[in-house]
C-alpha cells in the first residue's frame, strides 16, 4: 500500500523530470537557430566579399586603362613637339640657305667681298642657330613636363588602387561558434526525486505496521500462547518445545529467569 506521504514528491519528481526535457529541447532549439544564423551570416559576408572582389578588379582594370590613356597622351604630345621641331628646323635650314644666296648675290651685284660678305653670311647663319637653340629649350622643357605628368599619373593610380584595394584588403573571418547549452538529465532528476518520495513514504508509515509483518502485539500473544509443550515448531527431529521439566534445579536468577524456570530445547 502506497503511503500518501510519498504521492506529492512522486509527482514533483515527474514533473521536474517533464519540466527538465521540455527546457533541454528548448535549448537545443535555440542552439540551432544561432547556428543557422551564424551560418546565414557567414554566407552573406562571403558573397559580399566576392561583389567587393569582382568590383576592385574592374576598377583595377579602369585605373590602368586610364593612366595608359593619360600616358599616350603625354607621349603624344612629345612627339608632337619632336615633329614640330623638326620640320621647322627644316624649314629654317632652308631659309638660311636662301638667305645666304641672295647675300652673297646682292654682295656680287654691289661688288662687295671680304670681310663683309663674311659677316653678313655668319649672322645669317647665327639666326638659325639661335632659332634652333630656341627649340630645344622648348623641347627640353616639354620633356621635364612631361616627365612630371607621368609622375603625378602615375601617383594618381596608385593612389586609385590603393583606395580599391582598402575594400577589400581584410578578409571576413567567420566567428566563433556559440557554446553549446548545457543540458539538465531528466533521468537523474527522475531518479532522485523518486528516492525522496520513498523516504517520505516510509517516513509517513504507521509503526503499528512497522515489524510484525501487519500483526499487532496481542495477536502475537495470543498465538504464541496457544503453543503448547510438546509441539513441534517445524525446525527437525528433537525441536520441540517441551515446557519447563520437572526437577531442574538451577540457581536463582540464571538466564535471567526466576528459580526453577528455564527453557529446555532438544531431548
Known amino acids: 500500500m502506497c503511503s500518501p506521504a510519498a504521492i506529492g514528491p512522486a509527482v514533483g519528481a515527474i514533473g521536474n523530470a517533464a519540466g527538465i526535457s521540455a527546457e533541454n529541447k528548448a535549448k537545443k532549439r535555440a542552439y540551432d537557430y544561432k547556428l543557422k544564423v551564424r551560418e546565414r551570416k557567414w554566407m552573406q559576408q562571403r558573397t559580399t566579399y566576392k561583389s567587393k572582389k569582382v568590383q576592385f578588379e574592374q576598377q583595377v582594370d579602369l585605373a ?24 621647322q628646323n627644316q624649314s629654317d635650314f632652308l631659309k638660311m640657305i636662301k638667305n645666304q644666296g641672295d647675300i652673297m648675290a646682292s654682295a656680287a651685284e654691289r661688288g662687295v667681298s671680304g670681310k663683309s660678305l663674311a659677316k653678313m653670311l655668319v649672322t645669317n647663319q647665327a639666326s638659325l642657330g639661335m632659332q634652333n637653340a630656341m627649340r630645344a629649350r622648348g623641347l627640353t622643357m616639354a620633356m621635364q613636363r612631361a616627365k612630371a605628368g607621368k609622375e603625378d599619373i602615375r601617383t594618381q593610380l596608385k593612389s586609385d588602387l590603393n583606395r580599391a584595394f582598402s575594400r577589400v584588403a581584410l578578409q571576413p573571418v567567420q566567428d566563433i561558434a556559440p557554446p553549446p547549452p548545457v543540458m539538465g538529465n531528466p533521468g537523474m532528476a527522475l531518479m532522485m526525486g523518486m528516492a525522496n518520495a520513498v523516504s517520505a513514504g516510509i517516513g509517513g508509515m504507521d509503526s503499528n505496521t512497522m515489524g510484525t509483518g501487519g500483526l499487532d502485539a496481542s495477536a502475537s500473544a495470543s498465538q504464541a500462547s496457544t503453543i503448547s509443550a510438546g509441539t513441534s515448531m517445524g525446525y527437525g527431529a528433537d ?29
Open 239 to 267: 525441536t520441540f518445545y517441551t515446557g519447563i521439566p520437572s526437577g531442574s534445579s538451577l540457581p536463582a536468577g540464571a538466564f535471567g529467569y526466576t528459580t526453577g524456570v528455564q527453557p529446555y530445547y532438544g531431548g
Open 64 to 87: 590602368n586603362i586610364a593612366a595608359q590613356r593619360a600616358y599616350s597622351e603625354i607621349n603624344k604630345k612629345i612627339y608632337d613637339a619632336r615633329s614640330l621641331a623638326i620640320l
